[in-house]
């Protein structure tokens, strides 16, 4: 499933990240990499997905997000 996609609350774990390569090497500076835990904090009506990255909240666009493979960590 995409970022996007996610449920309000819940942890994920990243699998890729599918971007820009400006884009990905930004969120990569970040700590946005395969493997690394996330938390979706909020997702709005007008597109933005507000998450947190080993805490620190993050807002991306949607078409960000959509790029963005998680799963649900265990």
Same mark, same amino acid.
Not at 17 to 40: M, N, P, Y
């Given at each position: 499933?995409? =970022?996007?996609? #996610?449920?309000?609350? $819940?942890?994920? !774990?990243?699998?890729?990240?599918? %971007?820009? +390569?400006?884009?990905? @090497?930004?969120?990569?500076?970040?700590? =946005?990499?395969? #493997?690394?835990?996330? $938390?979706?904090? !909020?997702?709005?009506?007008?597109? %933005?997905? +507000?998450?947190?990255? @080993?805490?620190?909240?993050?807002?991306?666009?949607?078409?960000?997000?959509?790029?963005?493979?998680?799963?649900?960590?265990?």
């Amino acid at each position: 499933m995409t =970022l996007s996609e #996610g449920e309000r609350g $819940t942890i994920y !774990n990243v699998l890729e990240v599918h %971007a820009e +390569i400006s884009i990905e @090497r930004r969120l990569a500076a970040l700590g =946005l990499i395969s #493997g690394t835990k996330v $938390t979706l904090l !909020n997702k709005k009506k007008k597109g %933005a997905v +507000i998450f947190s990255v @080993r805490g620190t909240r993050f807002a991306i666009g949607r078409a960000i997000a959509d790029g963005i493979l998680v799963e649900v960590a265990k």
